[in-house]
């Protein structure tokens, strides 16, 4: 069989490398992975970023996956051959101050799936028993596999902001955990509007569109006005940031209105503003990162009933055998959410 790997430590440098079919400890299951999707995350692996410096290579990646457990550790109790599951791919170490209050997301020592250790762009993957999550029988094997990153938006949406019925959302960044995360809202009762720039008007704010999202693009259209239209002149109660870029943060400023929130989901990095107008505006400023069990399960349910549309949003256009063309596609904004077939790697 073989895996798709990041091999050196530079841009691009995804190769597909023979690899050995691992056998699962006791405390593991040994999962046959149907269908992985990529991630932002992945894309910052092909182009190197600064934060996955701190991986092995080679190291299989791939973190949003469903498959099959088709074997089982002696110690395992909870999973039997045959079981459909996801993992969750953000590990607590289940001894830290974090983990001890239930705080798993934020271990301090936490490993990721597809950066600290292989991942799943390969047929076969063992995984601590903890680590997974069934699959109800009523949701698709392919839409099981955007339970992970839907997970991240249903902890933003339902977790860690005040969005309830009627509030006025803005989504700005329509990458797929934008749309996510604008579907969660739209779920909880929000009227919702996603933002991009210029070149989401390729792909993105089309799929925004389908999905039935009012949509902006920055470079286009006047946002004051359509803000002031839109609520009254009053601004959005909630701003999802979402982008992963500097300028998120300080548009969010600009969009939300007085005594509103701003939930920081996307990794901005750095940026320089004022922060007086927030303080006299009290503005709540949340931030929420990766997700836990209970936001698995939201996230199951809410692609169970359709509230996330998965058959809408999976590209299922690309193969792992030409990863290189999903992973310059996604960095252009061309596809949202790549989902490929792993079997193609079996032989
Ligand atoms: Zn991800
Ligand atoms: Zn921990």
Known sequence: M????????????????????????????????????????????????????????????????????VEVGDAVTKFSVGDRVVERPIRGCGDCYQCEIG???VCQNAVITGVDHNGAYEPYIAVPEDALHPVPDSVEQQHAAMVEPTSIGAR???????????????????????LLTAQVARAQGAEVVVSGVGQDAEYRLPLAEELGFETLNIADDDLDAVRD???????????????????????????????????????????????SPLVRAEIDLQCSYASKYEDFE?????????????????????????ADEAFETFIEGGTCKPVFDVSVLRD
């Open 2 to 69: 073989r895996g798709l790997a990041k091999t050196s430590r530079s841009q691009g440098a995804m190769e597909l490398v023979e690899r050995d079919r691992p056998e699962p400890a006791p405390d593991e299951a040994l999962i046959e992975v149907d269908y992985a999707g990529l991630c932002g995350s992945d894309a910052g692996i092909y182009e190197f970023e600064s934060a996955f410096e701190r991986m092995e290579l080679p190291t299989i990646i791939g973190h949003e996956y469903s498959g099959r457990v």
């Open 298 to 322: 939201n996230a199951l349910r809410l692609i169970d009933t359709g509230d996330v549309d998965a058959e809408t949003f999976i590209d299922d256009r690309f193969s792992l055998l030409e």
């Open 103 to 105: 705080e798993s997301n």
């Open 156 to 178: 933003a949406v339902i977790q860690n902001s005040r969005v309830r019925a009627g509030t006025r959302v803005l989504v700005e960044g329509p990458g797929p955990i934008g």
């Open 229 to 275: 239209e839109l609520t009254d002149g009053v601004g959005y109660d909630v701003v999802f940031d979402t982008t992963g870029h500097p300028s998120g943060l300080p548009s969010a400023v600009d969009e939300v209105r007085k005594g509103g929130q701003i939930v920081l989901v996307g990794q901005t990095g750095e940026t320089t503003m004022p922060y």
